[in-house]
């Protein structure tokens, strides 16, 4: 439901942008927006971030931002008469919508899309007194002030290219493409083919993450006014770059960040004049940034910037604020199984058959006894052997011929009933975890069950993790009943024969130090168990530090997942 509730909502918000760009009247303005919303889930709000998720996953994020004063008269007219008639904010204030959805993949990759939209913006055009000002190339001297305006919609292609073993370091490239899909009349959008080319780098330091993009935006060529003669606006090919600094809390489940970014042009022509590093071109705006995640997996995040411009050239605010919210979905690949192949044959007449059963000699498992065509091949030559409880099993391998075998999965060749496999004293038939020892608990979901572990098909999942002292391999006593409940299931089944326990760190450090401390932690849990009944033959330590992370050694939260003791059953005899 959640992902058609997503898809309902994007399309309800493509297609008010779509009614709105059609509903636009004909003068011609430019974007005037210098905010580009990245969109992904590790993002700045004004930052691309050379870093993907570990796993495949969807994403989609939506932001709401304020722009107070992001065009001045001042910007578009030197004319003192002009600007003492009129109003100072040219457009007063600014609603936009900042809809985004992607894709990462590989552990590389990504692939977005952001369609922003404003719904609502208000301003006044300049009086001019004396008529309108033309300018070379046809420039636009009147617009709409107010009304809806669409956006161009970006599409984004990023990916990491160099990155270090822990993660920690990046270096990465974004391409964006804009589709000419916007309003032209009240600066919604260039409404032209454009493009973005960024480079991304990235580094942490401690508890600090420092983010930079830097590259050109090829816009197409607008203006207001005569910026040739030094009277107006031109717009066209900018520098764009962005600086980020961020610190996680918590594990990474709350973030603080400051985000600096700007712009200026790299044109001058007979429509723009020249823009390179003037007044009315370069910005330069810095926002402070709060995020959260939440939910399930943390898969949801919220956040709010609040900032204004600091060199003040077209669309620098006097106050800017965002909002956003957003959530990922992880993809799991599934494999299907290959099918079973049916082998045919046909039958010679006159080939020998001892037993005259029908089945051949050649391939009758048993020629000088007849099969009686019963029992799990009953064409294999053999007839089923005696079996008085019906259980399956023969009555010479049956060490209890008169009780038929429960067949729950536990020991189940024996041929005799287990009614309380792991010896809890809770019946199995009310043990909602019928081979792990556990407790009474009036919650039938929990009754039999162990409070920190649970049995996961050839692994031992913890519910919470060894605790060591730091930098240390001595086990905190908080863990003693976890591993406790480890030795009962190794107790209650003897045919679990030889089990791993997975020594694994975080990206910090050195490779080096961390595959020894991963090393000693596995020895201490090992040395634990085997001073509680458990003979050091069944168990095996491994250390692998930081060459296995299965999640993102970026993040806190990432790097706790990290921080792990695994335990793995590797040998388990069938009785």
């Known amino acids: 439901m959640r992902k058609v509730s997503v898809g309902l909502g994007l399309a309800t918000f493509f297609a008010v942008g779509a009614l ?29 971030r050379p870093v993907t998720n570990q796993r495949a996953i ?20 030197t004319d003192k008469a002009t600007k003492k008639r009129s109003s100072s904010g040219a457009i007063h204030n600014q609603f936009t919508l900042y809809g985004s959805v992607g894709f990462q993949f590989l552990d590389r990759f990504a692939l977005g899309v952001t369609f922003p939209f404003t719904p609502f913006q208000n301003g006044a055009v300049p009086e001019y007194g004396g008529g309108a000002i033309t300018g070379a190339g046809g420039s636009t001297t009147t617009y709409t002030p107010g009304g809806p ?8 292609l990023r990916a990491v290219g160099l990155r270090s073993e822990n993660r920690k370091h990046a270096l990465g490239l974004s391409a964006s493409v804009f589709a000419p899909t ?8 260039d409404n032209k083919p454009a493009a973005m080319v960024l480079v991304l780098a990235e580094t942490a330091a401690g508890p600090f993450i420092f983010t930079g993009n830097t590259g050109v935006h090829f816009r197409p060529e607008s203006s207001i006014n005569d910026p040739v003669r030094g009277n107006g606006l031109g717009v066209g090919t900018e520098w764009r770059w ?3 600094g961020f610190v996680p809390l918590q594990s990474g489940k709350y973030r603080l960040g400051l985000n600096v970014f700007g712009q200026t042009g790299l044109t001058d022509t007979a429509v723009t004049g020249p823009t390179t590093f003037t007044a009315n071109n370069s910005v330069i705006e810095a926002n402070f940034e709060g995020r959260m995640r939440f939910g ?14 600091i060199a003040m050239g077209y669309g620098a605010t006097d106050l800017r604020v965002v909002a956003m919210v957003g959530t990922y979905v992880p993809i799991f690949d599934s494999v299907a ?6 082998e045919k044959f046909k039958v010679d007449p006159k080939a020998p058959d001892r037993d005259k059963d029908g089945i051949p000699d050649e391939i009758d498992a048993c020629p000088d006894e007849p099969e009686d065509h019963q029992g799990a091949d009953p064409n294999d030559g053999c007839p089923v052997p005696p079996d008085r409880d019906g259980d399956g099993i023969p009555d010479s391998a049956d060490k209890c011929p008169d009780a038929p075998e429960d067949k729950d999965g536990f020991e189940d060749g024996d041929g005799c009933p287990d009614p309380d496999n792991d010896h809890d004293g809770i019946a199995d038939a009310t043990d909602a975890c019928p081979r792990e020892p556990g407790q009474p608990n009036t919650d039938p979901a929990k009754n039999g069950c162990p409070s920190f572990i649970k049995m996961d098909g050839g692994q031992i999942r913890v519910l919470q993790q060894v ?59 090992m040395k634990w168990l085997t001073e509680h009944s458990i003979a050091a033959g069944r168990l095996e330590a491994h250390g692998y530090g930081m060459e296995k992370p299965i999640d993102d050694n970026n993040t806190e939260p990432g790097r706790a997942a990290n921080r792990r003791v695994e335990f793995k059953i590797v040998s388990e005899s069938k009785p």
């Open 337 to 342: 199984p290959a099918p079973t192949r049916k």
């Open 467 to 525: 605790h060591f002292a730091t930098a240390s391999a001595r086990i905190l006593p908080d863990s003693f009943p976890m591993l406790q409940e480890i030795a009962n299931v190794l107790i209650a089944n003897p045919g679990i024969t030889r089990m791993t326990i997975d020594g694994h760190t975080d990206g910090k450090g050195s490779a080096t130090m961390n595959k020894k401390l991963s090393q000693e932690r596995a020895e201490s849990v």
């Open 296 to 309: 399930p997996a943390d898969h949801y995040w919220a956040g709010l910037s609040a900032g204004r411009g």
């Open 20 to 48: 709105a760009s059609g509903a636009a009247a004909q003068q011609r303005t430019f974007k005037l927006d210098r905010l580009e919303v990245p969109g992904a889930p590790d993002d700045g709000v004004a930052v691309f």
């Open 182 to 189: 916007g309003t032209t009349t009240n600066f919604g959008a």
């Open 149 to 156: 305006s669409v956006g161009d919609l970006r599409v984004d």
């Open 58 to 77: 969807l994403y989609g994020q939506l932001a709401i931002g304020y722009s107070y004063r992001p065009l001045r008269t001042s910007t578009i007219t």
């Open 242 to 244: 962005a600086v980020g």
